[in-house]
């Protein structure tokens, strides 16, 4: 073992520590290994926090966390020691100051992944305060399972899901809606899988036909009456009475048509098990509504995550004092699954984030199966 005779040094990982970097990653990793091409996107990406530890200038360790656009999550993506380096309290240094700069970046959460089989590192973070809330089977190249942890960096508080949703990822662009909706259904339908099949034939029954470009995106009315099919009730709130949607499109044809599949879903509502409460849907109704065990979707403007300013429906699945938590079916380019679930989104920003539009839409989706 290398001895730490001085002062350990955290700095930020810069471009001139690659070759460094990658040492450590072949001596630290089997499987699962970051690439150079993976280290320089890091070292350049805002959404980063990057550091390294010298030992007499030399890198014995780093840490890299990602900061998820629009919520209130750190991840930590990586850390590593040198091994010569380990057992001196160089990890506990760099995940220190790394949880520092998370919360000036005003981020709440810290989660992360670890090998079930790394006891040696479970303990360190049990350690520093981190809980278990979940594991992820099959999750690394070797097959092995991880653990999922998480802290809050400013309080010690558990994450404890009010519903276990199933977490299920939209397999097109345009489907948001319906993998919600699919994730909404799950906490009722436990054993039934989540599949293409079923996501694509409730985006036949939700569409709008045209939204932005391309394929059209999903209707509130539309997924209520798909969950009605399906043995629910329904209640959408909406505060927009007339047709949605339109100024997403420029086409006046496009805007006739989506006018006439509003309306004939308007029609739909009047002979179903949904109903409609021309008001936006506001934290207290959401909390309202998982507290008499139904099930949310809400859309989103994706404009705070992404920059897209596109429609987006997200599942809630849990709300506490500071937060509304979503499993977003949607996994980026830099995302995992595990970054899209139970994503925090801080109640102060909820207004801003679930408005889309010109028009200020508001919209969600309550669910709760059909008595008996």
């Known amino acids: 073992m290398a001895e730490v005779n001085g002062p350990v040094q955290i700095a930020p990982a810069e471009r001139r520590h690659l070759d460094a970097l990658l040492a450590i990653e072949a001596r630290c990793f ?15 990406n805002d959404n ?14 780093y840490g890299l966390v990602i900061n998820h656009p629009g919520t209130l999550l750190a991840r930590l993506y990586s850390l590593a020691v040198l091994p010569g380096y380990q057992g001196q309290g160089i990890a506990v240094k ?11 970046a005003g981020r709440l959460y810290m989660r992360l992944e670890v090998a079930k089989k790394n006891a040696r590192a479970i303990a360190l973070y049990k350690q520093l305060g981190y809980q278990e809330f979940g594991e992820y089977q099959d999750y690394y190249d070797d097959h092995d399972d991880a653990i999922r942890m998480q802290k809050s960096i400013w309080q010690g508080k558990r994450l404890e899901p009010l519903q276990p949703l199933q977490w299920y990822g939209q397999t097109t662009d345009f489907s948001c809606g319906p993998a919600s909706l699919m994730m909404a ?8 899988p989540l599949t293409q099949a079923e996501e694509l034939s409730i985006w036949r029954t939700s569409t709008t036909v045209f939204m932005t470009s391309g394929h059209g995106g999903t209707h509130p009315f539309g997924l209520a009456l798909a969950a009605c099919e399906r043995g629910f009730a329904a209640t959408v709130r909406v505060n927009d009475t007339g047709p949605l949607f339109l100024d997403s499109v420029r ?18 509502i009047k002979d179903s098990a949904a109903t409609v409460e021309y008001e936006a849907p506001t934290l207290d109704w959401i909390e309202a509504q998982l507290a008499a065990d139904a099930s949310v979707i809400v859309l989103i403007s994706t404009f705070q995550l992404d920059k ?25 380019d830099q995302q995992r699954p595990l970054d899209c679930q139970h994503m925090p989104i801080a109640r102060t920003r909820f207004n801003s984030i679930s408005v889309f539009g010109k028009s200020k839409l508001r919209t969600a989706v309550a669910i709760k199966p059909l008595s008996p």
Not at 251 to 268: C, G
Not at 309 to 314: L, R, T
């Open 30 to 44: 089997e499987v699962d290994r970051l690439s150079r091409r993976s280290f320089k996107h890091w070292l350049d």
């Open 185 to 192: 259904m799950s906490y009722r339908l436990r054993d039934k």
């Open 94 to 104: 760099l995940l220190l100051a790394l949880e520092q700069q998370s919360i000036e």
């Open 308 to 332: 897209r300013k596109a429609p987006h429906w997200v599942a809630v699945t849990h709300m506490d004092k500071d937060c509304i938590y979503v499993h977003d079916p949607d996994v980026g």
């Open 48 to 61: 980063g926090l990057f550091l390294v530890a010298l030992v007499d200038g030399q890198v014995a360790g």
């Open 251 to 268: 086409s006046e044809h496009k805007k006739s048509v989506m006018t006439l599949v509003h309306n004939e879903f308007e029609r739909q």
